[in-house]
């Protein structure tokens, strides 16, 4: 199963149970045959922006929010992501193309997409592929200056 897989899992675990620890996911996550550590699940609930929500009763769990304002990434989380993933920046017009290591372009899309930077209207990412297109009131490379101070290169 594949992480993308694995995550749409823990979604749709969150929206159906009230799960209290990463420990009770993960054997939700076994129930469904799918094997993951604690250690993954933290990462993968992390990735995905869930939350800690204290429920009427008083019993805190997990929720990913789902009002994209709800679910931004600070700008230190994002220069992190960016630092760790993004090996190169490349312009061509009002596009910014990124490579990735294999298998990592969706984490940078997915912290760019909550990053409500107001120069992006939009990202698609392959594999280690990723696409950004700048908004009409801005250049792909103004665009591409302040990705590449954020990922230091």
């Known amino acids: 199963m594949s992480k993308a ?3 749409h899992q823990i979604t749709q675990l ?3 149970t009230a799960v209290g620890s990463q ?3 993960a054997e939700l996550l076994e129930e469904r ?3 993951a550590t604690q250690a993954t699940v933290s990462r ?3 990735e995905l922006g869930a939350v800690k929500v204290r429920l009427p009763g008083g019993e805190s769990v997990y929720a990913i929010p789902e009002h ?9 989380h994002l ?3 960016m630092g760790e993933w993004v090996v190169e920046v490349v312009v061509s017009g009002n596009m910014v193309v990124m490579r990735t290591p294999p298998g990592s372009a969706h984490v940078v899309a ?5 990053s409500s930077m107001p120069e992006i209207a939009g990202t698609v990412a392959g594999d280690d592929t990723l696409l950004i297109v700048a908004q009409a009131d801005t250049t792909g490379q103004a665009v591409a200056e302040h990705l590449r101070q954020l990922a230091g290169l």
Do not use: G, K, Y
């Open 68 to 76: 994209p304002a709800d679910r931004m990434v600070p700008e230190d």
């Open 110 to 114: 997915s912290a760019l997409d909550r």
């Open 79 to 81: 220069r992190r992501v």
């Open 33 to 35: 045959s799918i094997t």
């Open 23 to 25: 420990t009770q996911l």
């Open 5 to 7: 897989q694995r995550q």
């Open 14 to 16: 969150l929206a159906e």
């Open 44 to 46: 993968d609930l992390e």
